[in-house]
């Protein structure tokens, strides 16, 4: 099939909440400390979300679609990753449409956890290369603090919620996404899972959902398939490390980011850090870090970006991007979540606590 567009990306913008949870905060409630945590994953602080998922992705796209100076009505497919939607059905994509009034777009929801944004851009830039599209909204939105067991130290303490937004518009200048990879390693797909399946009696739900995460296991995975990714996308493309002027990965533990920047070699101070202040929102930190990149200068006029991203699945992702001539919003685009007078302990605590009576009926039933 001829290719004759490439998939601009002419709008970012982001939404992460008000509320903020220090690692102290944490420790409050859990047997943790801010040097445990930091030391291992190198989270500060996280935000803690009021409103719903689709909320989130709603103020991201707004944003989005200010620095592009798009009407909504122009859009024509509107992708949304994640893994937190508000409801089972409807998508949380139609949700975000009806907000914007984007009446033309079609909408659908993407689930590959905190791969999800890349997988969209993945099939956003294939949908606009072969024509079928022309201005896609893709979004990575995650309401992380809803669904986790707030009794486990090694999980509670890693998430956060946040959102993020990219448009995409066909151009004939080469930029974009120029290559990617996209796989599964599905033989150890249980090393990451949140039990809401057959399993789950919504009759007899007891307020805990069984969170698995096996650190030390998926981190082994996580570089073996990032690198094999990033590999491939050099290979597509005939590039070198030497091409590369920024690293922008998925934020999910700097150990794991410190790694990919040292094997895709890139220049000090080039590879994009923001862990420190969101914690791992899953589909939302590929967007947030882009847009924060551009935002703070990291991101120059045709720059060459690599991204790669891993999830629950196991999922994983790579991608060479090539910045476009426009790194100034052609609008506003710091529009905010305002607060609703709760701080993160108020909203987290209840959760806690019900997550801790729930343990304790499901022992006393064992």
Not at 103 to 115: E, M, P, R
Not at 119 to 144: D, Q, W
Not at 302 to 310: E, L, R, Y
Request: glycine content about 8%.
């Amino acid at each position: 099939m001829k290719l004759e567009k490439y998939a601009e990306i002419t709008g970012w913008g982001k939404c992460v909440p008000p509320a903020v949870m220090t690692n102290d905060d944490l420790a409050t409630f859990l047997d943790t400390s801010d040097e445990w945590i930091q030391s291992r994953t190198g989270i500060a602080e996280r935000r803690v979300s009021a409103v719903g998922t689709s909320k989130l992705a709603q103020i991201a796209a707004e944003n989005a679609l200010a620095c592009a100076d798009l009407d909504p009505s122009e859009l024509d497919l509107i992708i949304v990753g994640t893994c937190t939607a508000d409801e089972i059905i409807p998508n949380v994509a139609s949700k975000v449409q009806k907000a914007l009034g984007a009446t033309g777009a079609a909408a659908y929801d993407l689930n590959a956890a905190c791969s999800s944004f890349f997988y969209a851009m993945h099939n956003a830039t294939a949908g606009i290369r072969t024509g079928m599209h022309k201005k896609v909204l893709i979004i990575g939105a995650e309401r992380l603090t809803r669904i986790l067991d707030w009794t486990k130290r090694e999980s509670a303490v890693l998430f956060g919620d946040g959102a993020g937004a990219m448009v995409l518009e066909a151009s004939d200048e080469e930029c974009g996404l120029l290559a990617s990879k996209i796989s599964c390693d599905s033989d150890a797909r249980d090393v990451l899972a949140l039990d809401f399946g057959l399993s789950f009696d919504r009759y007899n739900f007891d307020g805990v959902m069984d969170f698995n995460f096996e650190g030390q296991e998926i981190f082994k995975r996580a570089v073996k398939g990032m690198s094999a990714a990033v590999e491939d996308v050099f290979q597509q493309t005939g590039m070198t490390m030497d091409d590369v002027d920024a690293l922008i990965p998925h934020q999910a533990n700097k150990r794991l980011i410190d790694f990919l920047a040292k094997m895709c070699k890139v220049p000090e101070g080039k590879t994009m850090l923001n862990i420190q202040k969101y914690g791992n929102t899953s589909s939302a930190t590929l967007p947030i870090a882009f847009a924060e990149a551009v935002e703070n200068g990291m991101v120059k006029p045709g720059d060459t970006i690599v991204s790669a991203v891993f999830g629950g699945g196991l999922t994983c992702g790579a991608g060479i991007i090539k910045w476009g001539k426009r790194v100034k919003p052609l609008r506003n685009n710091q529009k905010t979540l305002e607060g609703n007078g709760q701080s993160a302990l108020d909203l987290i605590l209840p959760l806690h606590k019900g997550a801790k009576e729930a343990l304790a009926k499901r022992n006393r039933k064992d």
